[in-house]
Structures are given as C-alpha cells and as structure tokens.
C-alpha cells in the first residue's frame, strides 16, 4: 500500500484548498449562531463536481478512484472551517448517493444522481429511530404494500440536512416477523403528501448542518421507488456504512491538519514573557501530540480507501477509522483551545468551533462504542 501522492493528486489537493478558501464559507461566525446552511455555498461545491467525485461520468460525476476522491474532501475540509457544510457534502455522498449508485436502477441512477450532483436537490439518509439506540435495525417505521407502491408510516429521527432535503432515502419494515431481513429501502419525495419534516433542533456543534425529524404518515411511495429488493435494505444499509463509516469523516482529517497549522502559527507569534511560547517543552509535545494523532487518522482514512479501490472488503478498516478520526479529532481540538489559551475560549476567534463540532463525531454515524464492538466481532480470536 503506497501513500505517496502523483503530482496529479498533487495538482488536484491544491486547487480544492484554493476554492475552499476563495470565499466559501464566509460569515461562518455568524452564520454558526444562527444555524444557517450555506446554500451558495453548496451550490458552489456542487458546480465544482465535488458532489460527484467518484461517481461514474454517466451519471454527471468524474469517475476519479476512492483514494483521489477522499484526498479532494480531505482538502475541502482543509481549506474550508464549515465543519457542518464539509460533513453535509459527505453525508449525501457515502449515505445517499452510494446506495444509489450501488444498488438502483439504471432508470432510479439516471432519474436522481445527476440533479444530486448538481445540487439541484439535497439528500439525506432516514434510518435513526427514537427507540433504535445503538441496535440500527430495531425499526417501527413500516411499509405497507398498497396498489402500485408502498405506505410508510412511522418517524425518522436525528438526520442530518432533513430541514433542508428534497430527497429521503428511508429504511422501513415490509415484514417486521422477519427482524432485520424485512427491512426495506425506499428512495422518497421529501415533499410528498404526508410528510412533516422537523424543524432544525439545536445543537451543540455542527450548527450549520441542520438536525431534525421525518414524519411519516402513510406517505405513498410508487413501487418503482424501492431500492433493492424486498427485505435488501439490512444488506444495503450495511454496504453503505462500509463507504459512510469510512469516509464521512474525510473532510474533518483536513480540519485536523488546519487546526495544527494555525496552532504552530500562534505558538510563534505568541509572546510570554518575552519569548515566543514555542519554546516551551509543553506547549511542543502538545503539537507533536496533534501531529501523530493527525497522521494516524490519515492512515486510517487512506488505507480504507485503498482496500477498497483493490475491491477488497474493508467493514473492520471503515470502522478503524471511523473511531480513530472521530477520538482524534475531540482530542486535537481540545488541544488546539488550550494552545490558544484564553482567546482560544472566546467564540469570536473561533478556535473552540472545532471542539463543538468534533464532539458529534464519537456519536453520530455509530458512536465510538459501537465501532469498538464491530472491530471486536471481526477480529479472529
């Protein structure tokens, strides 16, 4: 496994870092107290092909392998502070766009990935239920079949961008006697009859990505709306975790190597007693402490990349990663407000967002518990 980049990846780094920086995530500060998506933000993203990295040109994506792919999004989060936009932006490509990609129709890819790509629509992922905790497949939302299609009822919980969605990709149940082998996945018209999606809850990090429920209420969804077969959906909920698990977090490793970046910067400039604080053993080991936990998640994120550009399984990889960029990046963050003492406590100059933002890491998308239990379930002992 080689980690060396070719200039092109090179080439392909720098000009996302330029973008990102160029504007695009101006009025952060305020826009973090109010809970407001960048929509132009993501409108320039989409125009970009960042929407569409390693999806098939037949579709409206570039067809770049999984590696260059998370190298981009490692970049945009580099470049770009929005920890909540850079996380919108993988969201809908490992838990939408995947799945469909994967396991859809030619008709069902044709119909909905280029307008994603595009950002003419915004997808999110309903699976979370209030009663589902850590055991993902313990649903209640049902499906029932009717002429022509399916009725869900039922409510999706915590999923993220639903405020804001124009697209669901919903998990329910067409025989619940069968557990986790009755789950069915439906792609769903977020603005259909009988849907209530939640207002945006507040949070505490993230703020920019908009948190909130799905209701719904014997909302019709056409049979050719079904993802997959009758009773696929565990099957591919679990493929799609494979790629969301793995790389949702792409974009925070590149928040990662900013935060050290600005800490070195403050470090040298800053002056006690008449010294700049770099100088001391205490303020250095907490960088060099930054630097390996940095390195480490980009081992993590790389190598499950390349496993899975050789099309090997990489289920233990994406969970390595998954807990190891999520604990790393708490940890950095910590260590970046207290390298910036006082002022680094203060919101206005932005250093304690990225500790608000990395603390949903070791919850979201399966806490850092859970990670642990599925390495453990695979490990041959």
Known sequence: MEFGWTPEQQRLWAETVAFA???????????????TFASDAWARIAARGLLGLYVPKTYGGSELDIVTSVRM?????????????????????????????????????KRYLPPLLK???????????RDSGSNAFNLSTEARRTDGGYLLKGEKVYVGMAPRAD?????????????????????????????????????MGLRTNPLGAIHLDNVFVPEADRLGPEGAGASIFNHSMQYERGFIFASH??????????????VKAR?????????????????????????????FLYRT???IDQGEDATQDAAMAKLVIAENFLRNSEDAVRLHGAVGYLSEYEVERDLRDSMGGV???????????????????
């Open 305 to 307: 990349a390349w496993r």
């Open 119 to 129: 950002g003419e629509m915004i997808g999110a992922h309903g699976m979370t239920e």
């Open 253 to 266: 490793v590149g928040s990662m190597a900013r935060q050290l970046d600005q800490a070195i910067r403050f």
């Open 167 to 203: 697209l669901l990709l919903v998990f329910a149940t067409t025989k619940p006697s069968a557990g986790r082998w009755g789950l069915t996945t439906f792609i769903v018209d977020a603005r259909a009859p009988n849907i209530t999606l939640g207002a945006p809850e507040g949070k």
């Open 363 to 381: 919850i979201y998308s399966g806490t850092s518990d859970i990670q642990r239990n599925l390495i453990a379930a695979l490990l041959e002992a």
């Open 21 to 35: 920086q160029d504007g695009l995530c101006r009025d952060l500060h305020a826009r973090d107290a109010s809970g």
């Open 73 to 109: 999004l490692e970049a945009l989060g580099y470049g770009c502070p929005d920890n909540g936009l850079t996380l919108a932006v993988n969201g809908q490509m490992w838990a939408v766009q995947e799945p469909i990609l994967r396991f859809g129709t030619d008709e069902q890819k």
């Open 271 to 299: 002056q006690v007693g008449g010294q700049p604080i770099n100088r001391f053993q205490s303020v250095t080991n907490r960088l060099a402490d930054m630097k390996v936990r940095l390195e480490t998640a980009r081992y």
